[in-house]
């Protein structure tokens, strides 16, 4: 079974550009995760989708950061214009329906550097 | 304010001893537990979880237990091996509606031969 995707792995960008992740989650998971993860720090959540709606997002800084999942399948995390806080490694995440509490599956990270 | 700490940045481990990754919450509402542990340049991995309503939770070299009263949870791996080495993140989940992880800070384990 492949895991979560993402793309791209690594990105860098100049501040104030716009910059797109991509996620392909487990195939029949219909919740996923937008977390960021800080240097030193645990992820924390962005985002999360039931299907193809956003059901918490309220630790999206929604002045610059947008998201989407159409078709309940991918989703994309926008970042328009990047600052150089952003620079984080980006993890999408996903998860069955009825399977265990929160056990979620993580891809490998988009790691972005905003100079 | 962390409301789950993982005070030790870093622990050190002999091949086949005991690691004991310490974990506390202050969140009286967090009902689930979950260790996840993270190779550079992957993702999180899940490990092991445990319920409330237990205090002990074990699969094959990893064991979780949980002490409500203190608010404390550790993960005991024995016997280490050097694959093991990694950053071991500690994860809380209540119950309420749009519930989330919260995670720690990590610790890393290196595990020498």
């Known amino acids: 079974e492949a895991g979560v995707v993402q793309s791209p792995r690594y990105k860098i960008i100049e501040k104030k550009q716009p910059v797109a992740f991509w996620c392909n989650p487990i195939s029949g998971h219909n919740t996923l995760y937008w977390y960021r993860q800080n240097l030193g720090q645990g992820p924390e959540l962005l985002i999360r989708y039931e299907n193809e709606e956003a059901v918490d997002d309220s630790q999206l800084p929604k002045d610059r950061f947008s998201a989407e999942r159409l078709k309940g399948v991918d989703s994309t995390l926008k970042i328009q214009p990047a600052e150089l806080g952003d620079s984080a490694v980006y993890l999408c995440?996903?998860?069955?329906?009825?399977?265990?509490?929160?056990?979620?599956?993580f891809g490998p990270g988009t790691r972005l550097t905003v100079l | 304010d962390q409301q789950v700490k993982q005070n030790s940045p870093s622990l050190s481990v002999q091949e086949g001893r005991i690691s004991i990754l310490n974990c506390d919450y202050t969140n009286s509402m967090f009902d689930y537990f979950l260790w996840y542990k993270k190779y550079p340049a992957e993702g999180p991995t899940f490990l092991i979880s445990i319920s409330s309503i237990k205090d002990k939770n074990e699969d094959g070299r990893f064991t979780v237990f949980l002490n409500k009263s203190a608010k404390h949870l550790s993960l005991h791996i024995v016997p280490s091996q050097p694959g093991d080495s990694a950053v071991y993140f500690c994860a809380a989940s209540d119950t309420g509606a749009n519930s989330k992880l919260t995670f720690g800070k990590g610790i890393t384990l290196s595990v020498r031969p």
């Open positions: 995440a996903s998860s069955p329906p009825r399977q265990g509490r929160d056990t979620q599956y």
